[in-house]
């Protein structure tokens, strides 16, 4: 399917990035021109904008809560509030009320991208995504959600969760941080941690104080350090930080926040969806991470920062994304994974109907016993990865010149 907005998707990307940083924008379009994969995920809103021209090749389904970005590499783990570690959605930036096919669609499509790199024949990828549907099928017809924690967790899962169980916050703060005349401070390391300015330094610091007022223990938010983060790969070159405060105090006792700037979902801004209305993005981002995770991670927050909202989180040792690397070649841990990944993305659904414009749960169990929907999403698909690696080799031509 060639269409005018295909032909210029170099140019809706640079007006999609329009006033980002450029530095962190540099890192972006550098990390998206490393594979087909990378690129897709750096480029949720082509995929919201084409499917505009397409919906009518999905099947009809119920409206949810979806994180928008739906891919392989948007699942991980975490810590809990309640201190407990657990496997689940990773990344909410794109959320929004939508059908929950195109949700669906969306990993759909990030399967048959990633094949090669995961060595897998077109066949094999097709198998891998009934895999994930036949999951999410039977976890939206079962109408309970459930959730996967380290006793419960095997395969590819239950590895990510033990290893990243033997990490601690002095191991994190270890690896983030330098000792400097007697005080810690973080480690500029020119990719993760980048230099920031004294004026954005002292905004953040005035922030975090004035958030901190309005908390139990003010004093565990006494910033002592602020860098800018480079992070992610969609969000690069909005404004990100990574801070170093003071923590339960003590040698090993201080955190570390990340506080990422929130900006407009993609998904809602092209689906043409009506929505709720926000306080801010930054409370979109957070109120839909809380409905639809099990449990919400460590210090969740919405914050406004001068004009623009934030979310702010604690960096976590037990924080790790599942990454395709760790599964290549293996495919006893690619089916543990797409299985688990199928099985959170209806729960996340079923945990968050009927809120707010989202169907009830009874019409997402209807949904999954109607006939014909997954090989909709898979023609739907194998058709649109072939635009994807078009769109790729445009803009890695474009990016050479």
């Known amino acids: 399917m060639t269409t005018k907005a295909y032909q210029d998707a170099p140019s809706r990307i640079e007006r999609f990035n329009a006033g980002r940083e450029p530095e962190r924008l540099a890192i972006k379009y550098r990390e998206m021109r490393k594979s087909p994969f990378a690129f897709f995920r750096g480029t949720a809103h ?14 009809d389904s119920p409206l949810v809560w979806a994180c928008g970005d739906l891919h392989l590499e948007n699942f991980g783990s975490f810590q809990g509030d309640n201190g407990l570690s657990y496997f689940d959605l990773n990344d909410f930036d794109e959320s929004a009320v939508a059908p929950s096919a195109w949700e669906v669609s969306r990993f759909v499509t990030g399967v048959y991208v990633a094949a090669p790199m995961l060595h897998l024949a077109r066949g094999e990828a097709t198998e891998l995504v009934k895999l994930f549907l036949d999951a999410y099928q039977t976890a939206l017809d079962d109408g309970k959600a459930r959730w996967i924690e380290r006793a419960t967790a095997s395969g590819m899962v239950g590895t990510l969760l033990r290893r990243v169980s033997k990490e601690t916050r002095a191991m994190l703060l270890d690896s983030r941080t330098i000792w400097k005349k007697g005080k810690r401070r973080i480690l500029i390391d020119g990719r993760s941690a980048l230099p920031i300015t004294h004026g954005r330094r002292a905004a953040v610091t005035r922030q975090l104080d004035m958030f901190a007022e309005d908390q139990p223990d003010p004093d565990f938010f006494k910033v002592l350090d602020v860098a800018r983060r480079s992070a992610g790969l969609g969000s690069l070159g909005l404004e990100r930080y990574i ?3 003071r923590g339960d105090g003590g040698r090993d006792g201080n955190a570390l926040l990340d506080v990422k700037q929130a900006s407009p979902s993609s998904l809602a801004s092209f689906g ?20 639809m995770q099990a449990v919400a991670p460590a210090m969740l927050h919405a914050k ?5 909202g934030y979310v702010l989180r604690e960096l976590q040792p037990s924080k790790d994304r599942l990454r395709l690397k760790d599964a290549r070649g293996d495919p006893h841990h690619l089916r543990s994974g797409a299985r688990a990944m199928g099985q959170v993305t209806a729960w996340a659904q079923l945990r968050s109907s009927g809120r707010n414009g989202s169907a009830a749960a009874d019409d997402l169990v209807a949904f999954a016993r109607t006939r014909g929907w997954k090989n909709r999403l898979v023609d739907y698909g194998r058709s649109y990865e072939a635009e994807v690696q078009r769109d790729f080799k445009q803009f890695v031509k474009t990016q050479k010149q």
């Open 46 to 59: 082509l995929f919201w904008e084409d499917l505009r021209a397409r919906r009518s090749a999905l099947p």
């Open 243 to 245: 801070v170093l405060v």
């Open 272 to 291: 043409r969806l009506r929505q709720p209305a926000w306080r801010s993005e930054a409370d979109r981002v957070v109120t839909i991470q809380r409905r």
């Open 304 to 308: 406004k920062i001068g004009r623009g």
